[in-house]
């Protein structure tokens, strides 16, 4: 039901992200969805892959420091108002959000929002509940 996010952890100089995304097109990752968060040292990059299970050990097995999240990914309609519709209802329940990321959907008019909280099936329950699309990893494939 949820999709799996990989974060690496990348240390803040020049060329390092190069370095990082070259490593993703030499492999042939799909990356579906890119973004990164950062401090003065260090990054931490957030992706969404095709493959997710076999890019977590082909980055490991390459000295990068990097682990496996469970995130929650919703189908919002790609026009204004979509993504605060999504945030009210989360707010309404008293979810907090820790991170949110958003990027359009393949071959659909829809954007694909992703975000991060402490308890995805209590989250998910909601979102159906309020007639919010729940997209998982096999969903991701079909896109």
Same mark, same amino acid.
Request: hydrophobic share 45%; glycine share 4%.
């Given at each position: 039901?949820? =999709? &799996?996010?990989?974060?690496?952890?990348?240390?803040?100089?020049?060329? $390092?992200? %190069?370095?990082?995304?070259?490593? =993703? #097109?030499? &492999?042939?990752?799909?990356?579906?969805?890119?973004? =990164? %968060?950062?401090? !003065?040292?260090?990054?931490?990059?957030?992706?969404? @892959?095709?493959?997710?299970?076999? /890019? +977590?050990?082909?980055?490991?097995?390459?000295?990068?420091?990097?682990?496996?999240?469970? *995130?929650?990914? *919703?189908?919002?309609?790609?026009?204004?108002?979509?993504? %605060?519709?999504?945030? &009210?209802?989360? %707010?309404?329940?008293? *979810? !907090? @959000?820790?991170?949110?990321?958003?990027?359009?959907?393949?071959? /659909?008019?829809? #954007?694909?929002?992703?975000?991060? @909280?402490?308890? $995805?099936?209590? *989250? #998910? #329950?909601? +979102?159906?509940? &309020?007639?919010?699309?729940?997209?998982?990893?096999?969903?991701?494939?079909?896109?």
């Amino acid at each position: 039901m949820y =999709i &799996n996010q990989i974060s690496v952890f990348i240390e803040n100089k020049p060329g $390092n992200l %190069a370095k990082f995304t070259n490593f =993703i #097109a030499e &492999n042939q990752i799909d990356m579906r969805a890119f973004e =990164i %968060a950062d401090s !003065s040292d260090f990054g931490i990059i957030r992706i969404i @892959v095709d493959k997710p299970l076999d /890019t +977590l050990t082909l980055l490991k097995d390459n000295d990068w420091i990097c682990n496996l999240t469970q *995130v929650i990914g *919703v189908k919002i309609p790609d026009k204004p108002g979509a993504m %605060a519709k999504a945030m &009210n209802i989360l %707010a309404e329940a008293g *979810v !907090s @959000v820790e991170y949110v990321y958003t990027f359009l959907a393949r071959g /659909t008019d829809d #954007a694909l929002m992703i975000f991060r @909280v402490k308890e $995805n099936d209590k *989250v #998910a #329950a909601v +979102l159906k509940k &309020n007639n919010i699309k729940i997209v998982s990893q096999e969903d991701l494939l079909k896109m």
